[in-house]
C-alpha cells in the first residue's frame, strides 16, 4: 500500500523556517520524481517544488526560488521541503507527491500518482 505522509508543519512568524518531511512507503520511491504543492482553500493547488528521482535536478516556482528548497534521502526514502524567509501568503496546506515522470511539467498536479494528506503551513505577520 503506497504512502506518503508529510510532517513538519506548524505556525511561524513572517521570516521564519520551516523544514517539512514526507515519508513514503509501498513503492519503489527512488524511481519517482517527487513534488510539492500547496493549496489555500477556495484556490486550485500550485505547484511549489519538484525533484528528479536521483534528487540531480530541481525545479521551483518563482514566488519561493531563492527562499525554498527541495531535497531528497532516497536510502530512508524522505523528502524535504526546507522552507526559509516565510512570508504570510506562504500559508497553505502542503502536499507531497510522487510521479513517474515529472518533468517538464511538474506543476501540473496531473502528472503525479501518489499524494500525501498534507500537512499545513500558517504564517502570521
Known amino acids: 500500500q503506497v504512502q506518503l505522509v508529510e510532517s513538519g508543519g506548524g505556525s511561524v512568524q513572517a521570516g521564519g523556517s520551516l523544514r517539512l518531511s514526507c515519508a513514503a512507503s509501498?513503492?519503489?520511491?527512488?524511481?519517482?520524481?517527487m513534488g510539492w504543492f500547496r493549496q489555500v482553500p477556495g484556490n486550485e493547488r500550485e505547484g511549489v517544488a519538484a525533484?528528479?528521482?536521483?534528487?540531480?535536478?530541481?525545479a521551483y516556482a518563482e514566488s519561493v526560488k531563492g527562499r525554498f528548497t527541495i531535497s531528497r534521502d532516497n536510502a530512508k526514502n524522505t523528502l524535504y521541503l526546507q522552507m526559509n524567509s516565510l512570508k504570510p501568503e506562504d500559508t497553505a496546506m502542503y502536499y507531497c507527491?510522487?510521479?513517474?515522470?515529472?518533468?517538464?511539467?511538474?506543476?501540473?498536479?496531473?502528472?503525479?500518482?501518489?499524494w500525501g494528506q498534507g500537512t499545513q503551513v500558517t504564517v502570521s505577520s
Open positions: 507527491a510522487a510521479g513517474f515522470k515529472c518533468f517538464p511539467f511538474w506543476y501540473d498536479s496531473s502528472v503525479y500518482y501518489y
Open positions: 525533484i528528479v528521482a536521483g534528487g540531480g535536478s530541481t
Open positions: 509501498g513503492y519503489s520511491y527512488s524511481s519517482y520524481c
